[in-house]
Structure formats: structure tokens, C-alpha cells
């Protein structure tokens, strides 16, 4: 037996009027997006603006967080959020490199900080990333194809 789809009903008028009404509650609570290069930026003022961006990005399969500004993370969803072991996250926050405070005996880092640490780790990837094909294309290797194990004996 198969299922079949129900058509989407279309918003009328009052339902667009609440969306605009919460989004514009959400907008003032300091909440950001923050895209695939991890940089917060603040809501567009116009809810049809904020979910055209959101659906662009998802569609070309970019990764989107939304969050506010002041929320607080545990060290494994920080973790998560950097792609980086836990442990290998604690001695990030103990060398200082990102900020953390104590609750009670737990560490918790501000969704902010972990998202500009982010940031500033792709961008200097990038950098390194760039500096590196330009340094191929000037040697003429960009082009070549590398070859494999089996090409090597």
C-alpha cells in the first residue's frame, strides 16, 4: 500500500502576519546566523529575506546555525561544533586560545566564541590552502596527476 503525498496548504494572510510578528520577536532576542564560514551575522529585518538566504544555503548543501548570541555549550557539543575531539577541544580552552568559564565543575564556552575561533581557523586554512596551489601552478604541478602506489614500483 502506498502512501500518497497531501498538498502543502498555502499560508493565508493571518499566518504570514504571526510569522512576521515572532520573527520580528527573534530578531530582537540577539539571535544570529552564522553561515559556512562560521562568521555571525545578524537577521535580516525582513522574514522573506532571512528564508531565502536559508533555504540558498541548504540547497547548495552549505552547513547553517542559528543561535543566540549569549547561548552556552558543553564542551562535547562545542566539540561537535568545531569537528574536533573533546579532549583535543579542553586543551584549546586551557591554552587560552578560546574562552570558557566554569559552572560548577564543568567548562562551558559561549556559542560566539566557538563560532569566531571557527572562523578564524578556516580562514587561515584558506590562506594556507591558497598559498600552497598558487605555489603549485607557479612550479607547474597544479595540472600534473599525481601518480599512485601501484604506478610507483
Do not use: W
Not at 540577539?30 to 553561515?35: C, H, L, N, S, T
Not at 552547513?63 to 579542553?90: C, G, H, K
Amino acid at each position: 500500500m502506498r502512501a500518497t503525498a497531501k498538498p502543502v496548504p498555502s499560508t493565508p494572510a493571518l499566518g504570514r502576519s504571526r510569522i512576521f510578528e515572532v520573527y520580528t520577536r527573534i530578531c530582537s532576542a540577539e539571535i544570529k546566523m552564522a553561515g559556512a564560514d562560521g562568521a555571525p551575522r545578524k537577521l535580516p529585518a525582513d522574514p522573506n529575506v532571512f528564508f531565502a538566504r536559508l533555504m540558498s544555503q541548504l540547497k547548495t548543501g552549505k552547513p547553517v546555525v542559528i543561535f543566540e548570541s549569549n547561548s552556552e555549550l558543553t564542551t562535547m557539543e562545542a566539540a561537535r561544533t568545531l569537528a574536533v575531539s573533546r579532549q583535543f577541544l579542553v586543551s584549546l580552552l586551557e591554552s587560552g586560545r578560546i574562552p570558557f568559564h566554569m559552572v560548577g565543575t564543568h567548562r562551558r564556552v559561549y556559542a560566539r566564541d566557538v563560532l569566531a575561533f571557527k572562523a578564524a581557523r578556516d580562514k587561515t586554512r584558506r590562506k594556507a590552502l591558497d598559498r600552497l596551489a598558487r605555489a603549485e601552478m607557479r612550479d607547474g604541478l597544479y595540472d600534473r596527476v599525481p601518480l599512485n602506489d601501484s604506478q610507483v614500483r
